[in-house]
């Protein structure tokens, strides 16, 4: 046998084990249903911000710690708490991805994504 | 639709004049494809072929020229100029008006091919030029074709920067457009949209220029590769085609780096590198041609590594074309911070890059009848699935297919050597080096596909985080600075083991110490025993790391002075390889030692905050008060206006030896209240020798108006809804809805006029732990509403309780507050980066490296090249 096929061996040892780990481990897109379902399980939420319910952000009390609610894509709502101080433009989002887990009945979001409005669609003009 | 009304001030000759030389650029890029096809059997086309390519690079410089001439003069009534420049705008920034958007990349993209393929041109014999100039041609073609904007039925081919806005499909229904159209003066009124404030710095005026020349010059390797196949000469071409690789190591890996270098001085992501796919995609293919090269090396004294000299050549432009498509097909969503948008072009590039791969497959074939019927039968899926549909089916079918077809390939027409490489040889280590490349590049770009595979496979994995990404990346950053240490002081085909080790003693043993004993208080004092197991891996991981790498930048050292005897000119490997291992000490050092300084300052008031979750990052500071923040004592002084930039100053202090604070630097974050984009944070930083201070605002109130009200009235009271034991956050305290109590009974009630009167008790806290407490009455006297207010004199706080309902039993209280209660505050991050100065170095010195050793590789080629002709 050459080395030159151990190698081989490594190699493709190495790919299935970064296939199977991923597949395995990371997290999934989901919603606050699957995530009520698994509370120790990480989720990446998307929806939309209500924009009815109210934001609290007091960085007196705590400069990471932002509630606020939001609906995911099957419509169910929940109280977000986000472990991050408040994004800059959060009302502008028209999207948001959290990640994080349930814990009761409220989603603890350690990171979020927002997406903004695009910047090649806003097609006012500057007179 | 075409209406005959002419509009005063266009300058519609700019427009036919750039749509005159996209044409020209096109057809006469096929022209030069065509002709050079021809001139591989026949050197007369030569001329022709010639002819057509000068045409084509005239064209794109006119091209280019053309849109820059429209960029300076405001023509407005064109898009791209509408939409990418204004009249306020200052006119250094011009150039990154030119790429802010996607027609103008594509256009920096050709321009750079073209004038590579002007030099790779003059330096090949007529040969040489035939083939790899049609391999280049063709890629022309394709990249042409993406500026045309035509219509094929429905389907548009490109995106035309020379459209007007009025016929502009995407605006043209935009109520001010149609406004505009009915008055034929428009112009006089009309002002750009303007470049992004966000990308006005001079990173955007520098990095895409290099960057895209980076992935241009991946070009020629590629060209050079594909005619290997194409020819059947597998080694002839790389001595030529290796100074053009050095040349992409080099720009590229900078344009990557300045990159980062933007990503940390100008952006708020805290820090250099953040595994984003966009960042993802242009390290890919760096991977590659480092991989390249270095396999290349090794051909030029022993060809035994052939195969993946071309997989690596040919996958690094392979996966730059397939970066375009992640990054510009907006198939990446909801997985990059960066703005990404579908112009429609989805189907296009993937096609594209299909072509590109069914070309090398169709190439890697020694054999007509089945390069034919291979051809032929992708074609036939296209034109079927485009017909009956199941394209991803089809696309399983035709992936499968042509890698089985690679390895077939591999097998059957590759020349195998008959004896076996040496462990202790210096083609087996370099060869190992490369692989470990193409390995972690394949795990990055797996990592990175993971939106793309969501789609292919209908299934729903999130993309991976940085920790996932450290930790499957670090052990192959170990091999490699283990190689790059090593390889240099083995011989080809044959070492001897006893001088090899004992060659590598030293900078072993003194990376060994030096790594060990600086590993030591980084990483096992206090971490390691509090660690989970993950963590005690990652740690470890650090360590062999730092120590691999030092060892790495020792043995590069002692090879230059006790091999070379500190000859520059042949040092260029070394001098590069040094440069990488810095990198890797500077980006392990600053990454896994960053201090997040603002951290320790919080007092954590919070009680129930879930300790897994909890990640305190930032400081509030109320301005004019001094907090400690690590090793500092900070105090925002306060806020300044620049245009649409508000600057945050804040005073960091050290103690000197009485105790006393002292100035030792102000830094200014700042926030752009962008009218386009929003509010960005703009970060700013303190460099010292050792280390950096980060900083950026994530949080303040950007209103920077003196506030001219009498300090002592009262702000517009607010209202709040509420239970009992529900807070309300007054601006100087906590109020604590603490109970209700109704002051009489019910005889009381009904005697007294129906007077109903319930009482809030409210208990304030403030900051300093002080408690108040306030009693404001809701009356009700023959059914009208008498409210009460109370004031707590010490806090300048109202309160006035107006409301009970019933159903839920809430509670509605007003509460007005002092306006000089209200002190103006900021939240910050602050962040350490230790030895962040080593990366930039390690950049430094990897560039300078390699600009040797392509110097020292142009010198050798023309030597051999002046012996070939003798």
């Known amino acids: 046998m050459k080395k030159i096929h151990i190698v081989g061996i490594i190699v493709i040892a190495v790919a299935i084990g970064v296939i199977f780990t991923s597949l395995r481990s990371s997290a999934t897109y989901s919603d606050f249903t699957e995530a009520l379902a698994n509370p120790d399980t990480e989720y990446h939420v998307v929806g939309k911000l209500d924009k009815n319910q109210p934001q609290v952000y007091e960085p007196k009390i705590n400069p990471d710690e932002f509630t606020f609610t939001m609906i995911d894509n099957k419509g169910v709502e929940k109280k977000v708490v986000l472990h991050k101080s408040k994004p800059q433009d959060f009302e502008r989002s028209e999207q948001i991805v959290l990640i994080g887990k349930m814990q009761g009945d409220e989603f603890h979001a350690n990171d979020i994504l927002m997406k903004c409005p695009s910047k090649y669609n806003d097609g006012k003009p500057q007179i | ?870």
């Open chain 2, 1 to 870: 639709m075409k209406n005959e009304i002419t509009y005063i001030g266009e300058h519609l000759w700019a427009g036919q004049l750039g749509n005159a030389f996209l044409v020209l650029s096109f057809v006469a890029s096929f022209v030069a494809l065509v002709a050079y096809y021809l001139s591989k059997k026949n050197f007369e086309y030569l001329k022709l072929a010639r002819t057509a390519f000068y045409t084509h690079s005239l064209s794109v410089f006119g091209i280019a020229a053309t849109l820059f001439y429209m960029l300076f003069n405001h023509f407005y009534e064109y898009q791209y100029v509408w939409q990418h420049s204004n009249n306020s705008m200052p006119m250094r920034y011009i150039f990154s008006c030119f790429w802010e958007g996607q027609e103008g990349s594509f256009l920096l993209w050709t321009f750079w091919n073209v004038i590579l393929g002007l030099f790779l041109r003059r330096s090949l014999n007529n040969e040489w030029e035939a083939s790899v100039m049609t391999i280049f041609s063709l890629v022309q073609v394709f990249l042409a074709s993406m500026l045309l904007g035509v219509y094929i039925g429905d389907y548009k081919i490109g995106l035309n920067p020379f459209l007007l806005l009025r016929e502009h499909p995407d605006y043209y229904n935009l109520p001010f457009v149609q406004s505009y159209i009915q008055n034929t003066n428009y112009l006089a009124k009309v002002d750009g949209k303007g470049l992004n404030p966000l990308l006005m710095n001079y990173w955007m005026t520098i990095h895409p220029p290099t960057l895209f020349l980076g992935f241009a010059s991946t070009l020629p390797p590629f060209a050079f590769a594909l005619v290997g196949l194409w020819k059947r000469k597998y080694t002839q071409w790389q001595g030529m085609a290796l100074p053009w690789t050095f040349f992409s190591i080099m720009i590229l890996g900078i344009g990557i780096l300045m990159g980062g270098a933007w990503a940390y001085e100008a952006l708020s992501f805290g820090g250099f590198w953040a595994w984003d796919p966009v960042e993802n995609s242009s390290l890919v293919p760096w991977l590659l041609i480092v991989g390249a090269g270095h396999v290349m090396i090794i051909n030029k004294n022993k060809a035994g590594s052939l195969f993946t000299t071309h997989l690596l050549a040919i996958g690094s432009f392979l996966l730059v074309l397939y970066s375009t498509f992640l990054t510009r097909s907006g198939i990446l969503g909801n997985a990059s911070v960066h703005a990404f948008t579908d112009l429609g072009m989805q189907g296009q590039l993937v096609l594209y890059v299909l072509t590109f791969v069914l070309l090398c497959v169709a190439f890697l074939l020694d054999n007509s009848l089945l390069r034919v019927s291979y051809v032929m039968t992708s074609v036939l899926m296209v034109f079927f699935t485009s017909i009956y549909g199941y394209q991803k089916f089809a696309f399983y079918i035709w992936i499968t297919g042509s890698i089985v077809l690679t390895f077939y390939a591999y097998n059957k027409y590759f020349p195998k050597e008959n004896d076996e490489e040496e462990l202790f040889s210096r083609e087996f280590w370099i060869f190992l080096g490369s692989l470990m490349l193409l390995l972690s590049s394949l795990i990055i770009t797996y990592f990175t596909s993971i939106p793309v595979l969501n789609k292919l496979f209908d299934i729903n994995k999130a993309p991976l985080k940085v920790e996932d990404y450290n930790l499957w990346i670090a052990p192959f950053a170990i091999l490699i600075a283990i190689l790059m240490a090593c390889a240099q002081f083995l011989k080809y085909k044959h070492s001897d083991k006893k001088q090899f080790f004992s060659k590598l003693k030293y900078s072993g043993i003194a990376a060994l110490l030096f790594g060990g004993i600086c590993s030591v208080p980084l990483y096992f004092m206090k971490d390691f025993s509090e660690a989970s197991s993950l963590q005690k891996w990652n740690l470890i991981s650090y360590a062999l790391l730092l120590i691999s790498a030092s060892f790495s930048v020792f043995s590069n050292i002692d090879y230059m002075l006790r091999m070379l005897k500190g000859k520059i000119s042949k040092a260029g490997a070394s001098i590069a390889h040094i440069g990488f291992a810095l990198i890797l000490i500077g980006v392990l050092i600053s990454t896994s030692k960053k201090v997040t300084l603002s951290k320790s300052a919080v007092i954590k008031k919070a009680e129930n905050v879930n300790k897994e979750l909890d990640s305190q990052k930032n400081i509030l500071l109320t301005q004019g008060d001094t907090l400690p923040m690590g090793p500092y004592l900070v105090t925002y002084i306060g806020k300044e206006r620049v245009g649409i930039d508000v600057y945050f100053k804040v005073n960091y202090f050290t103690l000197d030896k009485d105790n006393k604070p002292i100035l030792a630097f102000q830094l200014q974050p700042k926030i752009q209240d962008n009218p386009r984009m929003g509010q960005a944070a703009d970060p700013d930083t303190k460099h010292y020798l050792n280390r950096d201070i980060y900083t950026h605002i994530t949080a303040a109130d950007l209103n920077t108006e003196v506030n001219t009200k009498n300090k002592d009235a009262f702000n517009s009271p607010k209202n709040y809804i509420g239970h009992i034991s529900d807070t309300i956050y007054a601006s100087n305290a906590i109020i604590r809805i603490d109970s209700l109590r109704t002051n009489m009974n019910e005889q009381q009630y009904a005697k007294n006029d129906s007077l109903l009167e319930v009482t809030a008790v409210l208990k304030a806290m403030n900051e300093n732990g002080e408690v108040f407490w306030a009693y404001p009455k809701y009356i009700i006297r023959k059914n009208m509403i008498e409210p009460s207010v109370y004031e707590i004199k010490e806090l300048g706080l109202k309160f006035s309780f107006w409301k009970i309902n019933p159903q839920d039993g809430s509670v509605e209280i007003t509460m007005s507050e002092k306006v000089k209660n209200s002190k103006d505050f900021i939240v910050m991050e602050a962040i350490m980066f230790p030895y962040i100065n080593v990366l930039w170095l390690g950049c430094l010195t990897m560039a300078f490296g390699t600009g040797i050793a392509i110097i020292e590789r142009l010198r050798k080629l023309k030597i051999s090249n002046s012996k070939n002709a003798s």
